[in-house]
């Protein structure tokens, strides 16, 4: 909900390509490993999915075959187009996440989501902090270690370019406005990170030299 018209905005004010899957991620979730039993999952947010109940393996390579590879087909190909034109680009994954799970009320506005590579991560939590009227999960709701995250490991770890998750409270994009209002917030703060060019180095050439932003 929402991430759709959000990812579009940051794409126009980035004035960055998007990839983007154009069905529900109770078809098949494109940032999962595919033999996580999430993939195409039996219960989402606590809901039975009767659709996921009894899939036989013609059913799930159609999945797969469908929706799941030429997604993940097309990252890559854009990426190394960059490559090839010796560009080192950054790549961000934008989520939504739901204001309640369960009986968890979620507080944070924005989540944003890294492991092993704080390049993106750093510079963008002092600048969204500093803003002081938002609460910002740093790897909260979820966490960019989960082993079974899929896009990020896959493409951007591996090809040692900086990345991020970002998971924006689903009930803050819930319109038009709202995607656009978080769009211009995040862009702004993206903007400024994305412009360093010295996180476009290599990660222990950053950490040697990093200063972060307050």
Known sequence: IGSADLARGLADLLDAPLI???Y?????????????????PLISDCIFIPGNEILDAQQRSMRIET?????????????????ASGITPA????HSFTPKYGELQ?????????DK???????LLSRLNALQEFCIGDNQPYSGSHPH?????????????????IEVRQDLVSNAAGSQRWAKILGAALADT?????????????QATAVLPQ
């Open 20 to 22: 983007m899957a154009g």
């Open 24 to 40: 529900s991620r109770l078809v098949i979730d494109l940032n999962r490993q595919l033999e996580d039993a999430s993939a195409i």
């Open 194 to 206: 994305l412009a360093d060019p010295a996180i476009y180095c290599p990660l222990d050439q950053w």
């Open 67 to 83: 929706f799941f590879r030429p997604y993940h087909a097309a990252i890559a190909a854009r990426l190394d187009d960059f490559e």
């Open 106 to 114: 979620r507080p944070w506005h924005v989540g944003l989501m890294w």
């Open 91 to 94: 790549l961000l994954s934008i």
């Open 149 to 165: 995250d899929f896009t990020i490991d896959f493409h951007a770890e591996r090809r040692g370019i900086p990345h991020l998750g």
């Open 117 to 123: 590579d704080p390049r993106i991560a750093m510079p």
